[in-house]
């Protein structure tokens, strides 16, 4: 599965050709709808059309899944329904996308326009927001608090905050429906291991854009739909990013679920599949 990051690299690959008949020989190819969005948000068209011909060459070995947020918010509807919960049975193929994707001729300049501004209105509204938040949480530990050293142990200081907000995005994923209990909560957490992601996700923003420490090496500060991919993770075995930040996030969030997808760097991609 590739992030868009991971598109772009291997379309700038002087190698491309090549590497993409590799993947196809070698990998069955999983494209992520919300990584299909950013690409028909981009604004340069021969750009655009670049990245869909790749792409239309990876889905001839592979499919396309939903975004991520109707997968979640699918999810949550099979589990609130009350009966046996398997996440495996729902099926995250999107023919609409991989339509999309090869016939071009509904992305429209102003559709590229209206996406490319809400994915920057989303992004700037998260980071406003968790901005906002920094001050107060350095008087917090300016008077005395332990900061947490790393994210799993941000994660077992803060279950409460963990708690809330699996309920809030079960909550807002129902449409504005009732909670479970805490008990059926737990329950669908732990046996829905893309809702664990995107709480996670969650946990990831305030971590690092609110809690960790600036001036350290590293960075936990991706952005907002870079974190969110982590929500795909459990639908692939490997995740390829050329952003080293994400890569950071997803890693750690995947260790936390006890996901085993293996989130990998573009260029350590690229060498393993040259040396298949």
């Given at each position: 599965m590739f992030d868009t990051s991971g598109l772009n690299a291997l379309l700038d690959d002087p190698d491309s050709n090549a590497l993409v008949d590799g993947i196809k020989t070698g990998y069955r190819v999983r494209l992520?709808?919300?990584s299909v969005d950013e690409v028909f948000a981009t604004s340069d068209p021969a750009r655009r059309n670049a990245l869909l011909d790749l792409c239309c060459k990876l889905l001839a070995a592979g499919d396309c899944t939903w975004p991520f947020y109707w997968i979640v918010e699918r999810q949550v509807a099979s589990f609130?329904?009350?009966?046996e919960f398997d996440w495996k049975n729902l099926n995250v193929k999107s023919a609409g996308y991989q339509e999309l994707i090869s016939r071009r001729e509904t992305i429209t300049e102003e559709l590229v326009e209206r996406q490319k501004v809400a994915l920057f209105e989303a992004k700037k509204q998260l980071a406003t927001l968790l901005d906002s938040e920094r001050p107060a949480i350095e008087v917090f530990f300016a008077g005395g608090a332990k900061r947490p050293q790393d994210f799993?142990?941000?994660?077992?200081?803060?279950?409460?905050?963990?708690?809330n907000f699996a309920r809030a995005e079960y909550r807002y994923n129902r449409g504005g429906g009732q909670a479970p209990d805490d008990e059926a909560l737990r329950r669908f957490v732990k046996a829905c291991p893309p809702f664990q992601a995107m709480v996670l996700?969650?946990?990831m923003f305030l971590y690092g854009r609110c809690v960790r420490e600036e001036n350290v090496p590293?960075?936990?500060?991706?952005?907002?739909?870079?974190v969110?991919?982590?929500?795909?993770?459990?639908?692939?075995d490997v995740f390829v990013t050329n952003d080293p930040k994400q890569g950071t996030c997803l890693r750690e969030i995947a260790s936390e679920a006890d996901i085993d997808a293996?989130?990998?760097a573009y260029e350590r991609f690229r060498t393993s599949l040259v040396a298949l």
């Amino acid at each position: 599965m590739f992030d868009t990051s991971g598109l772009n690299a291997l379309l700038d690959d002087p190698d491309s050709n090549a590497l993409v008949d590799g993947i196809k020989t070698g990998y069955r190819v999983r494209l992520c709808g919300s990584s299909v969005d950013e690409v028909f948000a981009t604004s340069d068209p021969a750009r655009r059309n670049a990245l869909l011909d790749l792409c239309c060459k990876l889905l001839a070995a592979g499919d396309c899944t939903w975004p991520f947020y109707w997968i979640v918010e699918r999810q949550v509807a099979s589990f609130a329904r009350g009966r046996e919960f398997d996440w495996k049975n729902l099926n995250v193929k999107s023919a609409g996308y991989q339509e999309l994707i090869s016939r071009r001729e509904t992305i429209t300049e102003e559709l590229v326009e209206r996406q490319k501004v809400a994915l920057f209105e989303a992004k700037k509204q998260l980071a406003t927001l968790l901005d906002s938040e920094r001050p107060a949480i350095e008087v917090f530990f300016a008077g005395g608090a332990k900061r947490p050293q790393d994210f799993h142990q941000f994660l077992g200081m803060a279950q409460d905050s963990f708690w809330n907000f699996a309920r809030a995005e079960y909550r807002y994923n129902r449409g504005g429906g009732q909670a479970p209990d805490d008990e059926a909560l737990r329950r669908f957490v732990k046996a829905c291991p893309p809702f664990q992601a995107m709480v996670l996700a969650s946990m990831m923003f305030l971590y690092g854009r609110c809690v960790r420490e600036e001036n350290v090496p590293g960075s936990h500060r991706a952005d907002r739909l870079d974190v969110l991919m982590a929500i795909y993770l459990p639908y692939c075995d490997v995740f390829v990013t050329n952003d080293p930040k994400q890569g950071t996030c997803l890693r750690e969030i995947a260790s936390e679920a006890d996901i085993d997808a293996l989130v990998l760097a573009y260029e350590r991609f690229r060498t393993s599949l040259v040396a298949l």
